[in-house]
Every structure is written in structure tokens, then in C-alpha cells.
């Protein structure tokens, strides 16, 4: 479970959170959407500890992320997280990219990561591309070996931060389609999107962040279609 | 026009003492780049760590290392340390002299190509749970020696060049010190340095070579 509590974060005098709370439950998807600079993907930063929080508290199945005495490192291990630039390691292959943080994190035999990899990477579709380079993909298909890179981790929760939006339009589809699959399977997620269709599909819950504040958080039939927020509605209204 | 007959055969006979002079330049030339390698490395770690001490430490000899001529280098690690009872041998000093002017250059090298790397890529690497240091040597420092690799190289040619510079701490088994001897013993200047001359021309160019065949094996990105 993440257990967010009055999380405040600010960078420099911009308070880009100001207070939020959520709590995700093991197996529960939940989306976040909103207009650019609400802090959505700052939230998810500050989820796995990449960003500091100026006060409040996140707990991962009551563990405090940013209390001094916790290994962040180990903890990332249960929170994969994929970003909107994908971050493909250039110099390694897609087997190795997939590979490296189980042999050198978890200290598995390369058999072992290799089998693990080998796994993911054919579910996310790329079984085919295992020694190509990352330069010769697409960005769908870095994207994918990306989520792919993450899950071979074995993590509990998955944070997805606009995965989609630096993607041509034809490979957002095969994107999403991975997230579906993952949702479909129980995967616990917190995404934040863009894709209001695909949030609509996945979702149980949807929350909309509006300047720092998550303005409103519900069913996606709710939210979509009988918004009670202004901003909300504002929000919806301009990207329908 | 002028009086000088050239005598090269007896420049020719002295071939393989120079050569086996050539090996020894060599041998020092690729201990001071892996020397100054990893403690370019360091260095960078340092500039990286956050730490002022560190920083500073790092900054200071780029500096150092950079702006000041490689002879006074070598001479202070020959005559300088010998102030203090630190006598070091001519290829001990002259290969700790050109190691720190190596460190220097490859390491300001490495903060030039750090540039070329983004931070979100220490930064995947911290999300898959690897220590600040793993993210660094597994993800970021491939990619920083590939980038700096043309400046290396260079940095490489011109450590091989700066051992002529041991003859000035009495260093008389490399390819210099062995052409200053013969040449002190004979006054065939001329021939003597122009032989030597050629065989630092192919070292060089053999090492130049050799990293590009290596880089288009190792780099295939």
C-alpha cells in the first residue's frame, strides 16, 4: 500500500505540492491528470524518493521513504518507475539494459537475469530485438524495453510518469497497450497521463491535480462524466 | 653551401639500442595513462561528490596539472620531492610527473563529456535501486569514456612526447635518454634524432591506430 500524507514540496519559492493525500491500495490503478506544472509527475518522484518532500510523508507498505534511516536503494527495488524519456542505456544492448540492475542490483547469476529478461522483454514484444542496440528502436519500442527494464526488478508498484507524451503518434498504441496488459494482470500503478481514454479503460480511481492540489479524485465514470470540480471541468472540457 | 656529411650507417647500428630505448618509452607512456586515468576518474568522482574538500582537492591539481609547464612537472617530482627526502628514481619521477599532468587533462577531458551525458540517466539507473556509485561506473562512465575517447587518445600521443622530457632528470634508458647518449658521444645530432624522431612518429601513430581499431570494436552503438 502508498500511503501518501500532506506531502509538500516546493522547488525554489514555486510550492509545486501543497498538501496532498492518496492512498493506493495493492492491486488498484490509479491515474493522474491535470495540466502541465500541477505536480503530477513531481508526485511521482517524490513516491520512490528521487525528490526530496519539504514535509508530509510517504509510507510503501509502511515504510517511510524519506526517513533517514531507510534504504532508498532497496526500496526502489519494490517501486519501478518509467519516465517520459525512457532513459535507454545507449552503450548496452536491449538484453543488457534489461539485465543489468538484476545481476548487479539483486546479484543475480546472469543466467538467472538473463532468463528474467529474456521474459519480460518478449511480453512487452520486443523478443525479437534482444541484441539490437537502443538507437536502432523506435521510441515506442525503447519505451517498452524501458517498462520491460523496470519489471524484470519484480517490483510491487509501478509508477508511470507520461510514459506516452514524448511518442510519435503512431506508438503511443503499443505503449499503452503494454499498461493495459500490466493493469489487466493486477499490477499495482500509479500513471500519470495524458490519455484520458486509456485512463478512463484502466483507472478505478482518477485524480485530477490542479496548481499543487489534487482538486478531485474518483471513479473514472465519475470524473469524466459528472465532474464536480470547476478546474475539472474547465480541464476536461478543453482536452475533449 | 655547408660542410656536413650525413653517417648514417653508424646511426643504423645503434637501431636496436634505440628500439629497445622505444620499448621503454613505451612502457612508460602506458603506465601514466593508466595511472592518470584512474585518478582522472577519481577526480571526477570528486568534482561529482558534493564534497568541498573533494572539489577543491580536484580543481586544485586540473589547475595545477594544466597550467604549468610538464618539465617543471617531472622536475618536481625528481628534484622538488628530493628537497624533502623523497628521492625518487629518473623513470619513477619522470612516470609520476606525467601521470599527474595525464590526470589533469583526462579528467578536465571527462567533465567536457560528462556534459554530453544526461542526468537522467544516473537517474534511471537510481530508480532501478543502484548506489549513486553503481549508476555512475555501470551506466554513466561507459558513456563518459566514449565520448572523451578522441581526447584520450590525444592525451596518449602526447604522454608518449612528454617521456623525451626525462632526460632533463637523467633518465638515459628511453628512446630520448639513449639518443642523447649516443649523440653526446658522437655529435651525429643530426641522424641520431632524426632516427629517434621517425621510431616517436610510428609509436605514435601505432597507438592512434590501434585505439581506433579498439573503438570500432568496442563502441558499436
Redesign the interface.
Given at each position: 500500500m502508498i500511503e501518501i500524507e500532506n506531502v509538500r514540496k516546493s522547488f525554489g519559492q514555486l510550492e509545486v505540492l501543497k498538501g496532498i493525500n492518496l492512498t493506493v491500495k495493492k492491486g488498484e490503478v490509479v491515474t493522474v491528470i491535470g495540466g502541465s506544472g500541477s505536480g503530477k509527475s513531481t508526485l511521482l518522484t517524490c513516491i520512490n524518493g528521487l525528490e526530496p518532500i519539504a514535509s508530509g510523508k510517504v509510507m510503501i507498505d509502511g515504510t517511510d521513504v524519506h526517513a533517514k534511516s531507510t534504504d532508498l536503494n532497496k526500496l526502489r527495488q519494490k517501486v519501478g518507475i518509467v519516465f517520459q524519456q525512457w532513459n535507454a542505456f545507449p552503450h548496452l544492448t536491449v538484453l543488457e539494459n534489461v539485465m543489468l540492475a538484476p545481476r548487479k542490483v539483486l546479484g543475480m547469476s546472469k543466467q538467472k537475469a538473463e532468463e528474467i529478461a529474456v521474459k519480460q522483454l518478449t511480453h512487452v514484444g520486443l523478443g525479437e530485438k534482444l541484441s539490437v542496440y537502443p538507437n536502432r528502436m523506435s521510441g515506442g519500442q525503447q519505451q517498452r524495453m524501458a517498462i520491460a527494464r523496470a519489471l524484470a526488478m519484480s517490483p510491487e508498484y509501478m509508477l508511470f510518469d507520461e510514459v506516452t507524451s514524448a511518442l510519435d503518434p503512431m506508438l503511443v498504441g503499443e505503449v499503452l497497450d503494454t499498461l493495459r496488459m500490466l493493469a489487466s494482470e493486477g499490477m499495482t500503478m500509479i500513471c500519470v497521463t495524458h490519455e484520458m481514454k486509456f485512463a478512463r479503460e484502466v483507472s478505478d480511481r482518477v485524480a485530477f491535480f490542479h496548481q499543487g492540489v489534487m482538486a478531485e479524485i474518483a471513479a473514472p465514470e465519475q470524473l469524466f462524466d459528472a465532474p464536480e470540480h470547476a478546474e475539472t471541468k474547465k480541464f476536461l472540457a478543453a482536452t475533449h | 653551401m655547408f660542410h656536413y656529411t650525413f653517417h648514417w650507417n653508424q646511426a643504423l647500428k645503434a637501431l636496436p639500442q634505440m628500439l629497445d630505448g622505444a620499448l621503454v618509452t613505451l612502457q612508460i607512456a602506458l603506465l601514466s595513462m593508466a595511472i592518470g586515468l584512474a585518478v582522472a576518474i577519481a577526480l571526477t568522482l570528486f568534482r561529482l561528490s558534493g564534497s568541498r574538500i573533494l572539489g577543491a582537492l580536484a580543481t586544485a591539481w586540473i589547475e595545477v596539472a594544466r597550467n604549468t609547464p610538464a618539465l617543471f612537472q617531472i622536475y618536481m617530482a625528481h628534484f622538488g620531492l628530493g628537497n624533502f627526502g623523497i628521492h625518487l628514481s629518473p623513470f619513477t619521477s619522470l612516470l609520476v610527473g606525467i601521470a599527474f599532468n595525464n590526470a589533469g587533462y583526462l579528467a578536465e577531458n571527462f567533465r567536457g563529456a560528462l556534459k554530453a551525458i544526461?542526468d537522467?540517466?544516473a537517474?534511471?539507473?537510481?530508480?532501478?535501486?543502484?548506489?549513486s556509485l553503481?549508476a555512475f561506473r555501470?551506466?554513466v562512465m561507459?558513456?563518459m569514456l566514449?565520448v572523451a575517447f578522441l581526447p584520450v587518445t590525444n592525451q596518449m600521443v602526447w604522454a608518449i612526447l612528454m617521456t623525451s622530457l626525462g632526460v632533463t632528470v637523467g633518465m638515459n634508458t628511453d628512446l630520448a635518454g639513449i639518443t642523447q647518449e649516443l649523440n653526446a658521444r658522437s655529435f651525429r645530432t643530426f641522424e641520431f634524432f632524426a632516427i629517434a624522431a621517425v621510431i616517436y612518429y610510428v609509436i605514435a601513430k601505432a597507438v592512434t591506430l590501434a585505439a581506433r581499431a579498439f573503438a570500432s570494436r568496442m563502441?558499436?552503438?
Open positions: - | 544526461p537522467t540517466q537517474r534511471a539507473g537510481r530508480s532501478l535501486g543502484m548506489t553503481q555501470l551506466i561507459p558513456q566514449r563502441f558499436r552503438y
